[in-house]
Every structure is written in C-alpha cells, then in structure tokens.
C-alpha cells in the first residue's frame, strides 16, 4: 500500500473538512492515543487524536475510507471477509451449552477473522476461575470458554482495554449505518436490571440495498437482520426494549 501524504500543519482551532476516518500509525497527544485519522476533502490526513470529533473512537456519521485509499503506514491482520463467512456459515451451528451463545459465536468470528486466540480469550480454558460458566465448566470440571470469550461486557473490555485492537462508540439505533465495517461487532445494553453492562452482541455482515446495517447473530439465530431492528417483536429494537444503548466496536486489529 503506498501513503499519502500528510500535509503541512495546521493552526491550534482550525476546522478542517473529514471526507472519511480510517486507520495508520498510533499517535498520541494530550488527548489520549488514536491510530485513526481523517483523511479530508483535499486528500491529506490529519491524527484524529488532534482533532476534536466529539467522540471517543470512531465518529458517528463520518464513512470509513474504502481500502485503496486507507492512511499513513496503515496496516491490518484482520481478513473481514473470512469472518463475514465464517459468521453466515456458522451461525445455526454451533452448540455451546448454557455459555451466552451470541458472544461465543463472536469470539469465534473475530478468530476466523485471523486474530489469534491467548490464554485469556480462548475456546478452551482449563483455569477454573476464569471460565465463562460455573454451571456447566467449573462444577463437571470440562474444559471451557474463558470470559472474555464468552461473555459480552468482558469481551468489550477484553478487544477495548486490554488488547487494544477496537475502538468502541456509542451509535444512534436511529441511523441506518453508524459507519460499520464487515467484520466489526456491535454490542447492546439492553438496560433492565444491570444497566451499562452490555447484555448482546451481533457481527456487521453488510448492508441492505436502503443502507441499513445487517448484522448476524446467535440468540435468537439470524442472518443478515437490521443492526436497528428485533426481529422476534417485529418492531424497532428503541421501541420493543425502551432504554437499549448500542456500540459500535470497530476491529483495528
């Protein structure tokens, strides 16, 4: 891939004008660090970490840039095709026992995306107190998932904080595509008892011919679904569970 150029400075309260986000080399300010950057409207690109976007990751309503066209010394491992495959493939299939299967099949997803599996995310833990289930692994004493894997808030903190290897954002259930990529997760709360903990996972698998995000899903199983819509109350996910908050993370991996 060859990079474009970055561009002279510009002065502290400049507005710029963002054709699109996309990914390259980590950088740092007062801010924080960030490996996206914004690629404006004259073709050079600017560290998102020095750009007040008014969101932490990913800014909803700006398009990520297509990869021809991706930012300085960007690189990436993660093959969304593959697990956009493995995700339309597998759906159905997978039999996991009392474990929250939707965030299994994730975890899964992401490994047929090429991100390798370590002792703390892994299908097949044999440490106990880090299982993902005291029911069916620690108890009978079988071999299990670890809790990132398995479970959703700790697999958002898992590929967020610890890894590093996503962003997350918080997105509209009222837009059509919060500015997904294949391949990326997105994450509801859906409140109730346990409010800003997320309770469910889906993987962006592509986009209606009207621009709604799809996504696919266990628990329920569905393909190719509205990222917005539940199928099961045949309703908007806003209406049939008031209060949901959804994310959008974004594999950087």
């Not at 080399?25 to 924080?32: K, L, Q, Y």
């Not at 592509?206 to 679904?225: F, M, P, S």
């Amino acid at each position: 891939m060859t990079a474009s150029k970055v561009g002279a400075a510009l002065p502290d309260g400049a507005w710029v004008a963002v054709a699109c986000e996309t990914t390259g080399d980590s950088v740092t300010s007062d801010a924080g660090t960030s490996k996206i950057w914004e690629r404006l409207s004259d073709g050079t690109y600017v560290p998102n970490s020095f750009v007040e976007t008014g969101a932490d990751g990913w800014t909803p309503g700006v398009p990520r840039c297509d990869s021809g066209s991706q930012g300085p010394s960007s690189k990436s491992s993660y093959n969304r095709q593959a697990a956009v495959d493995y995700a339309r493939g597998n759906y159905t299939n997978l039999n996991v026992g009392v474990i929250p299967k939707c965030t299994y099949f994730a975890s899964a997803v992401l490994e047929a995306g090429g991100i390798n599996t370590e002792s703390k995310w892994t299908p097949e833990s044999t440490t106990k107190s880090d299982q993902a289930s005291k029911l069916l692994y620690r108890l009978q004493g079988k071999v299990g998932p670890t809790k990132r894997w398995a479970s959703a808030d700790f697999l958002k903190n898992y590929l967020v904080k610890e890894r590093k290897i996503a962003t997350i954002a918080e997105v509209s259930l009222g837009s059509k595509n919060p500015g997904a990529e294949l391949g990326d997760l997105i994450m509801y709360d859906w409140g109730g008892v346990s409010p800003g903990v997320i309770d469910h996972v889906a993987v962006v698998t592509g986009v209606a011919a009207d621009g709604t995000l799809l996504v696919t899903q266990k628990e329920n199983d569905y393909i190719d679904k509205g990222w917005n819509w539940s199928a099961s109350d045949d309703a908007p996910i806003s209406s049939a569970t008031p209060g949901t908050r959804a994310y959008l993370i974004h594999i950087t991996f």
